[in-house]
């Protein structure tokens, strides 16, 4: 299943929440996930119901904590009550990471080591909730591939531990460009997305609206009533074929090879399937590049248009092409070093292939200080067996 998350209105941990809930993760499984962290007894309460903002229904999840002065925690401590409990491995790894986004944006606004960044309102028992909640909640529905839409941000100011901030909240700022992500004007002002907000889409989502067939739509809703309906939206289902490719080529023999990182990332953003470049010898014994572009035809004039602008090309050739694929499943499997996201490829009903993801690897290979070949060879034979 793959899901498109829609944040007319921005996105923070609660509405995140309740598009879940309202998906069919039940409430009672939020509060056995929250249960498992180990939280003093009494310090919390999860309850959700049915609301109305702007008399369209959504899911509210309400939490409650009776932390009044809560401690500024580190990410040690953080990622200590999260990965001593006893979830599955792929939500602590998954909550562990989002975190780590957090403590690297607090370092960098307030130019701090990471291991000496001090988490305010991220840090509150309530903002565990959330991101342990989204993380587990992904997890139990079986989304195993996220988009995102781009996200509004108002202005104005907000109250933190540090003082008044100016919106977006520096912190929120810093997640989104880490991400790249897109943005667009808010509907008005105040803090539509928050920082756990921004953490848990810079780290769960793509940003593009994919193919897909539409099997239900859950919504979640902020609890400040606006000028305009303040709710996210998750819609879930199938994704379908890109239909019809076109292959987009170019030669190239005068332009900076500085300029094509840039380039393909361009069309990779526009919607190219794949990039690539081919060196060959051109006219007069001149080095060049061959640019291709593999894409769905319907995408075809907008990556032309970029080719045309980003690079010294004056035309280019274009071709229907057909593809035939393997279908490809996305599992998590537990390794010595942390989860993993394998992906599986299968011919029929037999698995030919693994493939484990490079920036898992890399990522815990970083934590345990070991090679990148030694988590990926983990992963790998856990996905065979």
Known sequence: MIGYLDMPSGISGDMFLGCLVDAG??????RDTIDRLGLPDGSWRIEARSEHRRSLRAILVDIRVTETDPPHRTLGQISETITRSDLPAPVRERAVAVFERLARAEAAVHGA???????HEVGAMDAIIDIVGVVAGLHALHIETLYASSLPLGAGWVDAAHGALPLPAPAT???????G???CPAPGPGELVTPTGAALVAEFAAFSQPLMQLERIAV??????LDWPNLARLWLGQPLDAGPMVQIETNIDDMNPQFYADVAQRLFDAGAADVWLTPVQMKKNRPAVVLSVLAPAARELALVEIILRETTTLGLRVRPVRRHEARREMRSVDTAYGAVTVKLKWLGVELIGVMPEYDDCRRLAERHRVPVRLVHEAAAAAAQA
């Open 25 to 30: 993760w039940t409430v009672d499984a939020l």
């Open 113 to 119: 080591d990471l291991e000496t960044v001090h988490f």
């Open 173 to 179: 700022l810093e997640l989104l460009a880490a991400a």
């Open 181 to 183: 992500a897109p943005t």
């Open 220 to 225: 979640g809703c902020g609890r400040r009533e």
